[in-house]
């Protein structure tokens, strides 16, 4: 009688589930064969073996100006100089919103923000031809405590 029922038993439970290569499963989901689904900024695609197929994309970086000036790319945890910030999968970048008194924020000739120390330089290329380039530097403000300044004159030869 036992051996009767642990049969039943096993027969029902072998009934209750789809055969093997009906599906498949990935990140404790359940995919029919021939759904595709993202993970992350990549494609992919149950097959009829039963295994996941990913077409393997990058995500976007997030884009920042490090302490020269130039254009930075990250795809995880970051440090821009002032805060700690998280790039997420679409680039866009979740910073900590911590105040800077003793940093200029700025942006660079890519478009590109960030920070600079006191008394770092940066220089400014002009957009239109015949202009002269920008030399700016961050500067503490003499006037309120805790705020700075981002000075910038036309140096041209």
């Known amino acids: 009688m036992k051996i009767f029922i642990l049969f039943a038993s096993v027969m029902a439970l072998g009934m209750a589930l789809p055969a093997t290569g009906d599906f498949c499963v990935f990140n404790e989901q359940i995919y029919a064969i021939g759904e595709t689904f993202n993970v992350a900024c990549s494609v992919c695609t149950c097959n009829e073996e039963g295994n996941v197929d990913c077409d393997h994309m990058l995500c976007p970086p997030c884009l920042y100006m490090d302490a ?90």
């Not at 680039?91 to 924020?105: D, E, Q, V």
Request: with cysteine.
């Open 68 to 157: 020269a000036g130039q254009t930075m790319r990250a795809w995880g945890p970051y440090f821009d100089g002032c805060n700690h910030c998280l790039c997420t999968h679409t680039g866009m970048s979740l910073c900590a919103p911590i105040p800077c008194p003793h940093k200029c924020h700025v942006t660079n000739d890519e478009g590109v923000s960030g920070w600079l120390d006191h008394d770092s330089t940066l220089i400014h290329m002009p957009q239109e031809e015949g202009a002269c380039p920008k030399v700016c530097t961050c500067k503490p403000n003499t006037e309120w405590l805790g705020i700075s300044s981002y000075e910038c004159e036309e140096h041209c030869n």
